[in-house]
């Protein structure tokens, strides 16, 4: 546990954020409670204290600021999450959609004014704020210090991480399976940390990477003398996998004659090296992942059936980008933070235009090309925040700009279509079925976009 009271100490700096000088001005009553409070008089002021102050909290006049000024003060206080954001408004302000959902989606709480005999209660609800951002930064500290760090909030991750963590307890093979880019890495390294083995080696391997007359031995290992060359023993990488993991990255590049091997070992929990003949007990929790379908390659005689079934005991998907939107804005604001430093100079965030052509894209190269193009951003970019052509985006901001409502409306049903023909592996029966239309009007549609199914 951290010492947060300990924290406390390091300085209430507060800025205070009141765009009209006709507001109550609750400066005063806030320095004597202990604040340091900085007044702005506008949002481009904000930024400019923000550039040199170090803020836990924010207090914002929400409802003096006017409509064509919610864009900026919503990026404000979007890029700036590591502040606790706390908004003052008129009951009657409140009754706006628009300052509504600025509040919920970006403030930690609210207060009504006019304040009269609440400001003990202000005072108190800054405090809290203050703990709360403590906290945050606490957890964010964390999140920098570890590479595996998962980040997601979309249903779809949710459910994985619950499923992450009910696998990783099980003692049994595990499949990870999911397009390039989406995290099948990342989700082993998961299922591994929370597993009972946690303690021992993640060994990593990618059976894709070596020549087949080489992952044998490596795989294995081999007895001096196995073979041209082999001058001492040497330890295979399921050996060294002893009470850990063994991740075996695109297993579906597994040569076949190679299979029957694995095969031995996930059956019997024992090895022989390569020119030896000794059994070897190895206690290795297996993770596969393959970004190739399986049960395609069985049915094509690439991949044997029996060691599929395996390893196939426990599944977990990885979902491409495409088909949890939330996620893009999250995992956008993620990798800026991790690659800022990259930039050489402070970039603030991203343009509004930038997160809607994001929102826009559909991501073949899943969060991997997210991260590419993030960084490549950061080295490009020549304001001060991230416009879409910094991204390589611009393309997908004017196609999302001419959109017609009907337009709209085939994107959205062209991308479920492919969303539910992954989910069903390309099944036309079932997918139709998903959908809730005949198979004659789901051949109609792949047809009218152009897209391939298994009748
Ligand atoms: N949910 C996530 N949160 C944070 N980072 C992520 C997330 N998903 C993926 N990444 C990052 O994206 C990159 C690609 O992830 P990973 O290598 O696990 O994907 P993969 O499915 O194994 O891809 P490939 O098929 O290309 O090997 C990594 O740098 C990983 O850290
Ligand atoms: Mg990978």
Not at 174 to 195: D, P, Y
Not at 328 to 355: C, H, M, P, Q
Not at 379 to 384: A, D, I, L, P, S
Not at 404 to 415: D, N, P, V, W
Request: hydrophobic fraction near 40%; charged fraction near 25%; aromatic fraction near 6%.
């Amino acid at each position: 546990m951290k010492d947060l009271t300990g924290a406390v100490d390091e300085g209430r700096a507060l800025l205070y954020l009141r765009p009209s000088v006709q507001q109550e001005d609750l400066g005063g009553v806030i320095s004597e409670n202990g604040w340091q409070v900085d007044v702005a008089c506008d949002i481009n002021h904000a930024n400019q204290l923000l550039e040199s102050n170090c803020y836990r909290v924010g207090l914002v006049h929400v409802d003096g600021l006017r409509p064509q000024q919610i864009p900026d003060a919503e990026q404000l206080f979007a890029t700036r999450d590591n502040i606790a954001w706390v908004a003052l408004a008129h009951a009657e302000a409140l009754q706006q959609g628009q300052l509504c959902r600025l509040i919920h989606e970006n403030f930690v709480d609210y207060f009504t004014l006019p304040i009269h005999s609440g400001v003990q209660g202000l005072i108190s609800t800054l405090g809290h704020a203050y703990g709360m951002a403590c906290l945050r930064q606490h957890s964010h500290h964390d999140i920098s210090y570890n590479d595996y760090e998962m980040v997601g909030t979309s249903p779809a991750m949710r459910k994985l991480f619950v499923s992450i963590r009910r696998v990783a307890g099980v003692d049994a093979p595990v499949l990870v399976t999911g397009e390039s880019g989406t995290g099948k890495e990342l989700i082993a390294r998961a299922v591994h940390e929370r597993s009972p083995q946690r303690k021992g080696p993640f060994i990593a391997v990618n059976c894709g990477a070596l020549p087949d007359n080489l992952i044998n031995s490596e795989l294995f290992g081999y007895e001096k003398g196995a073979f041209t060359g082999a001058n001492q023993r040497k330890i295979g990488w399921i050996e060294a996998a002893e009470g850990g993991s063994l991740f075996l990255d695109e297993i579906g590049d597994l040569p076949l004659g190679l299979q029957v091997n694995l095969l031995r070992f996930l059956q019997e929990g024992t090895i022989q090296r390569v020119g030896g003949t000794e059994s070897i007990r190895v206690n290795a929790r297996v993770i596969a992942a393959t970004h190739v379908n399986l049960a395609q390659a069985v049915e094509h005689g690439r991949f044997r059936q029996d060691l599929f079934y395996r390893l196939n005991v426990l599944n977990l998907n990885s979902p491409p980008l495409r088909e949890r939107v939330q996620d893009i804005e999250v995992l956008a604001r993620f990798f800026f933070n991790k690659f800022k430093g990259d930039a050489g100079r402070t970039i603030r965030g991203f343009t509004r235009r930038s997160l809607v052509a994001m929102n826009n894209h559909q991501w073949p190269g899943n969060v991997r090309e997210m991260i590419n193009r993030v960084r490549r951003a950061l080295v490009m970019c020549e304001g001060r925040r991230i416009n879409p052509v910094d991204l390589g985006l611009e393309h997908v901001e004017d196609e999302a700009l001419v959109l017609t409502l009907e337009q709209i409306r085939e994107r959205a049903e062209e991308r479920a279509i492919r969303a539910a023909l992954v989910r069903n592996t390309n099944n036309v029966s079932q997918t139709a079925r998903e959908l809730g239309v005949s198979r004659v009007t789901l051949y109609r549609l792949l047809n009218k976009y152009d897209l391939v199914a298994d009748s």
